[in-house]
Protein backbone atom coordinates (compact mmCIF):
# COMPACT_ATOMS: atom_id res chain seq x y z
CA UNK A 1 0.00 0.00 0.00
CA UNK A 2 1.85 3.27 -1.14
CA UNK A 3 -0.81 5.92 -1.11
CA UNK A 4 0.37 8.86 1.12
CA UNK A 5 -2.87 9.23 2.27
CA UNK A 6 -3.17 6.30 3.91
CA UNK A 7 -1.30 7.49 6.18
CA UNK A 8 -2.78 11.09 6.24
CA UNK A 9 -5.97 9.83 6.96
CA UNK A 10 -4.81 7.32 10.02
CA UNK A 11 -2.81 10.39 11.87
CA UNK A 12 -5.95 12.61 11.02
CA UNK A 13 -8.00 9.85 13.11
CA UNK A 14 -5.57 9.69 15.90
CA UNK A 15 -5.56 13.40 15.67
CA UNK A 16 -9.03 13.88 16.09
CA UNK A 17 -9.10 11.01 18.67
CA UNK A 18 -7.16 11.92 20.93
CA UNK A 19 -8.35 15.77 21.15
CA UNK A 20 -12.09 14.86 21.60
CA UNK A 21 -12.97 11.45 22.16
CA UNK A 22 -10.49 10.37 24.56
CA UNK A 23 -10.95 13.19 26.63
CA UNK A 24 -14.30 12.61 26.93
CA UNK A 25 -14.21 8.40 27.38
CA UNK A 26 -15.74 7.71 31.02
CA UNK A 27 -15.90 11.58 31.62
CA UNK A 28 -19.26 12.12 30.02
CA UNK A 29 -21.21 14.99 31.78
CA UNK A 30 -24.65 15.87 31.91
CA UNK A 31 -26.15 16.64 28.53
CA UNK A 32 -23.38 15.24 26.46
CA UNK A 33 -25.64 11.86 25.87
CA UNK A 34 -28.54 12.33 23.42
CA UNK A 35 -31.21 9.50 22.27
CA UNK A 36 -32.02 9.84 18.65
CA UNK A 37 -34.36 6.65 17.16
CA UNK A 38 -34.69 5.38 20.74
CA UNK A 39 -33.14 4.24 24.06
CA UNK A 40 -30.34 1.95 22.62
CA UNK A 41 -29.28 4.43 19.91
CA UNK A 42 -26.99 7.16 21.65
CA UNK A 43 -25.05 9.75 20.08
CA UNK A 44 -22.39 11.97 22.37
CA UNK A 45 -20.99 14.86 22.32
CA UNK A 46 -17.72 12.84 21.04
CA UNK A 47 -19.60 11.56 18.31
CA UNK A 48 -20.92 14.96 17.15
CA UNK A 49 -17.17 17.03 17.55
CA UNK A 50 -15.51 13.59 15.82
CA UNK A 51 -17.52 14.34 12.93
CA UNK A 52 -17.46 17.75 12.61
CA UNK A 53 -13.06 17.77 12.41
CA UNK A 54 -12.76 15.15 10.67
CA UNK A 55 -15.64 16.32 7.64
CA UNK A 56 -13.51 20.13 6.32
CA UNK A 57 -10.09 17.62 6.40
CA UNK A 58 -11.22 14.59 4.61
CA UNK A 59 -13.04 17.16 1.68
CA UNK A 60 -9.93 18.93 1.44
CA UNK A 61 -7.46 15.93 0.63
CA UNK A 62 -9.93 15.09 -2.46
CA UNK A 63 -11.71 18.22 -4.15
CA UNK A 64 -15.22 17.67 -5.11
CA UNK A 65 -15.41 14.90 -2.33
CA UNK A 66 -18.72 14.20 -0.52
CA UNK A 67 -18.65 13.37 3.29
CA UNK A 68 -21.13 10.98 4.39
CA UNK A 69 -21.06 10.88 8.37
CA UNK A 70 -23.39 9.49 10.77
CA UNK A 71 -24.25 12.47 12.62
CA UNK A 72 -24.93 14.64 9.66
CA UNK A 73 -27.07 12.06 7.78
CA UNK A 74 -29.26 12.10 11.24
CA UNK A 75 -29.28 15.11 11.58
CA UNK A 76 -30.54 15.81 8.18
CA UNK A 77 -27.72 17.44 6.82
CA UNK A 78 -26.85 15.33 4.42
CA UNK A 79 -28.77 12.60 1.62
CA UNK A 80 -26.73 9.40 2.29
CA UNK A 81 -28.26 8.90 -1.33
CA UNK A 82 -25.47 10.63 -2.80
CA UNK A 83 -23.36 7.20 -2.53
CA UNK A 84 -25.06 5.97 -5.38
CA UNK A 85 -24.31 9.16 -7.94
CA UNK A 86 -20.84 7.74 -8.47
CA UNK A 87 -18.62 10.51 -7.14
CA UNK A 88 -15.94 10.34 -4.95
CA UNK A 89 -17.65 9.97 -1.08
CA UNK A 90 -16.15 9.65 2.66
CA UNK A 91 -18.30 7.38 4.66
CA UNK A 92 -17.18 8.46 8.58
CA UNK A 93 -18.42 6.83 11.88
CA UNK A 94 -17.00 8.93 14.55
CA UNK A 95 -17.81 7.01 17.55
CA UNK A 96 -18.87 3.24 16.21
CA UNK A 97 -19.61 1.52 19.15
CA UNK A 98 -21.27 4.54 20.93
CA UNK A 99 -23.77 1.98 23.62
CA UNK A 100 -20.10 0.74 24.95
CA UNK A 101 -18.50 3.99 24.73
CA UNK A 102 -21.66 5.47 26.85
CA UNK A 103 -21.01 2.30 29.31
CA UNK A 104 -16.94 3.28 29.88
CA UNK A 105 -16.14 -0.51 27.52
CA UNK A 106 -13.02 0.03 25.73
CA UNK A 107 -14.81 -1.96 22.20
CA UNK A 108 -15.43 0.98 20.17
CA UNK A 109 -13.51 2.72 17.46
CA UNK A 110 -13.61 5.27 14.59
CA UNK A 111 -13.96 4.01 11.33
CA UNK A 112 -13.57 5.56 7.72
CA UNK A 113 -14.42 4.23 4.15
CA UNK A 114 -13.08 6.18 0.92
CA UNK A 115 -15.82 5.19 -1.85
CA UNK A 116 -14.52 5.62 -5.53
CA UNK A 117 -16.86 4.95 -8.59
CA UNK A 118 -19.63 3.28 -5.70
CA UNK A 119 -17.11 0.94 -4.65
CA UNK A 120 -15.05 1.42 -1.22
CA UNK A 121 -11.08 2.10 -2.45
CA UNK A 122 -9.57 2.32 0.85
CA UNK A 123 -10.68 1.68 4.34
CA UNK A 124 -9.58 3.14 8.15
CA UNK A 125 -10.60 1.45 11.19
CA UNK A 126 -8.91 2.83 14.62
CA UNK A 127 -9.20 2.03 18.49
CA UNK A 128 -8.67 4.55 20.42
CA UNK A 129 -7.95 3.09 23.58
CA UNK A 130 -4.86 0.87 22.21
CA UNK A 131 -4.07 2.77 19.49
CA UNK A 132 -4.23 0.09 16.76
CA UNK A 133 -5.61 0.56 13.18
CA UNK A 134 -6.58 -1.48 10.81
CA UNK A 135 -5.78 -0.37 6.84
CA UNK A 136 -7.20 -1.58 3.60
CA UNK A 137 -6.56 -0.04 0.12
CA UNK A 138 -8.71 -2.34 -2.73
CA UNK A 139 -6.20 -4.78 -4.54
CA UNK A 140 -3.35 -3.87 -1.93
CA UNK A 141 -3.88 -6.07 0.86
CA UNK A 142 -4.93 -5.14 4.69
CA UNK A 143 -2.85 -4.82 7.85
CA UNK A 144 -3.73 -4.57 11.21
CA UNK A 145 -1.21 -2.75 13.33
CA UNK A 146 1.48 -3.17 10.76
CA UNK A 147 0.69 -6.50 10.02
CA UNK A 148 -0.79 -8.31 7.33
CA UNK A 149 -3.88 -9.90 7.75
CA UNK A 150 -5.04 -12.96 5.75
CA UNK A 151 -5.17 -16.67 5.87
CA UNK A 152 -7.78 -17.53 7.47
CA UNK A 153 -9.55 -21.54 8.15
CA UNK A 154 -12.02 -22.95 6.21
CA UNK A 155 -14.52 -24.95 8.91
CA UNK A 156 -17.77 -25.97 9.56
CA UNK A 157 -20.61 -24.27 10.94
CA UNK A 158 -20.33 -26.20 14.00
CA UNK A 159 -16.87 -25.38 15.16
CA UNK A 160 -17.42 -21.79 13.50
CA UNK A 161 -17.93 -18.73 16.03
CA UNK A 162 -19.23 -15.22 15.55
CA UNK A 163 -21.27 -11.61 16.52
CA UNK A 164 -24.62 -11.49 16.15
CA UNK A 165 -27.30 -9.06 17.89
CA UNK A 166 -30.89 -9.58 17.16
CA UNK A 167 -31.42 -6.03 18.28
CA UNK A 168 -32.02 -4.44 15.22
CA UNK A 169 -33.13 -7.61 13.37
CA UNK A 170 -36.79 -8.04 11.79
CA UNK A 171 -38.67 -11.75 11.91
CA UNK A 172 -38.78 -14.22 10.71
CA UNK A 173 -34.73 -13.43 10.36
CA UNK A 174 -34.53 -12.55 14.10
CA UNK A 175 -35.72 -15.99 15.51
CA UNK A 176 -34.07 -18.40 12.57
CA UNK A 177 -30.86 -16.73 12.94
CA UNK A 178 -30.34 -16.58 16.74
CA UNK A 179 -31.82 -20.40 16.92
CA UNK A 180 -29.40 -21.10 13.89
CA UNK A 181 -25.97 -19.57 15.96
CA UNK A 182 -26.77 -21.69 18.50
CA UNK A 183 -25.81 -24.32 16.53
CA UNK A 184 -22.38 -22.71 15.48
CA UNK A 185 -19.35 -23.37 18.21
CA UNK A 186 -20.08 -19.92 19.81
CA UNK A 187 -21.17 -16.47 19.26
CA UNK A 188 -21.68 -12.82 21.26
CA UNK A 189 -23.53 -9.35 21.02
CA UNK A 190 -20.47 -7.29 20.08
CA UNK A 191 -22.45 -4.23 19.85
CA UNK A 192 -20.06 -2.22 17.89
CA UNK A 193 -19.02 -3.09 13.88
CA UNK A 194 -15.16 -1.93 13.94
CA UNK A 195 -14.58 -4.97 16.32
CA UNK A 196 -16.50 -6.98 14.80
CA UNK A 197 -15.13 -6.82 11.53
CA UNK A 198 -11.50 -6.35 12.83
CA UNK A 199 -11.54 -9.57 14.88
CA UNK A 200 -13.30 -11.05 11.77
CA UNK A 201 -10.28 -9.95 9.18
CA UNK A 202 -8.07 -11.54 11.93
CA UNK A 203 -9.49 -14.62 11.87
CA UNK A 204 -10.45 -13.97 15.91
CA UNK A 205 -14.33 -14.79 14.81
CA UNK A 206 -15.01 -16.43 11.88
CA UNK A 207 -18.58 -15.17 11.05
CA UNK A 208 -21.02 -11.64 11.59
CA UNK A 209 -24.68 -11.35 11.09
CA UNK A 210 -25.92 -8.30 10.28
CA UNK A 211 -29.36 -6.72 9.26
CA UNK A 212 -29.10 -2.60 9.55
CA UNK A 213 -27.81 -1.33 6.38
CA UNK A 214 -26.29 2.00 7.22
CA UNK A 215 -23.60 2.24 4.99
CA UNK A 216 -21.08 4.10 7.55
CA UNK A 217 -21.19 0.56 9.77
CA UNK A 218 -20.53 -1.65 7.12
CA UNK A 219 -18.10 -0.54 4.21
CA UNK A 220 -14.82 0.50 6.51
CA UNK A 221 -14.88 -3.16 7.39
CA UNK A 222 -16.15 -4.64 4.06
CA UNK A 223 -12.78 -3.76 2.53
CA UNK A 224 -10.73 -4.84 5.04
CA UNK A 225 -12.44 -8.10 5.60
CA UNK A 226 -12.10 -8.93 1.82
CA UNK A 227 -8.72 -7.67 1.08
CA UNK A 228 -7.90 -10.31 4.32
CA UNK A 229 -9.71 -13.01 1.99
CA UNK A 230 -13.32 -13.11 3.85
CA UNK A 231 -16.65 -12.08 1.86
CA UNK A 232 -19.61 -9.98 2.58
CA UNK A 233 -22.60 -11.15 0.86
CA UNK A 234 -26.33 -10.69 1.13
CA UNK A 235 -28.67 -13.63 2.22
CA UNK A 236 -29.69 -15.82 0.08
CA UNK A 237 -28.32 -15.60 -2.66
CA UNK A 238 -24.67 -13.80 -2.00
CA UNK A 239 -25.30 -11.05 -3.74
CA UNK A 240 -22.33 -8.82 -2.97
CA UNK A 241 -22.34 -5.78 -0.65
CA UNK A 242 -21.95 -2.26 -2.42
CA UNK A 243 -21.91 0.69 -0.09
CA UNK A 244 -25.27 2.82 -0.60
CA UNK A 245 -28.09 3.38 0.86
CA UNK A 246 -30.43 0.93 0.93
CA UNK A 247 -33.06 -0.90 2.75
CA UNK A 248 -32.18 -3.05 6.10
CA UNK A 249 -31.82 -6.95 4.92
CA UNK A 250 -30.03 -9.72 6.44
CA UNK A 251 -26.10 -9.94 5.28
CA UNK A 252 -23.57 -12.34 5.94
CA UNK A 253 -19.79 -11.70 6.64
CA UNK A 254 -16.96 -14.46 6.59
CA UNK A 255 -13.40 -14.55 7.57
CA UNK A 256 -13.08 -16.70 5.10
CA UNK A 257 -14.44 -16.65 1.78
CA UNK A 258 -15.04 -20.45 1.35
CA UNK A 259 -16.89 -20.79 4.35
CA UNK A 260 -19.81 -18.31 2.88
CA UNK A 261 -21.95 -20.67 1.30
CA UNK A 262 -22.39 -23.58 4.11
CA UNK A 263 -22.44 -20.78 6.66
CA UNK A 264 -25.33 -18.97 4.78
CA UNK A 265 -27.12 -22.16 4.53
CA UNK A 266 -27.16 -23.17 8.10
CA UNK A 267 -28.67 -19.48 8.75
CA UNK A 268 -31.45 -19.82 6.28
CA UNK A 269 -32.26 -23.05 6.81
CA UNK A 270 -34.79 -21.97 9.57
CA UNK A 271 -36.36 -19.05 7.60
Known amino acids: MSDPKLDVVEALMRDVAARVIMPRFR ?8 EKTGPGDLVTIADREAEELLTPELQ ?3 PGSVVVGEEAVSAGTIDPKVLGEGGDCWLVDPVDGTWNFVQGSERFGVM ?4 RAGEVAQSWILFPVD ?3 AVA ?6 TFG ?15 SGDFSPVYVDEPYKSAFAAAVDKSAGHRAGHCSAYAYTDLARGL ?5 QFKMTPWDHAPGQLIVEEAGGRFGFLPGGEAYTP ?3 EDRPMLEVARAENWEAYGRALMAAV
Open 27 to 34: SLGEGDVD
Open 60 to 62: AMV
Open 112 to 115: VAFV
Open 131 to 133: GRC
Open 137 to 142: EKGAGA
Open 146 to 160: GERLGSNPVKPWTEA
Open 205 to 209: IDYVV
Open 244 to 246: VAR
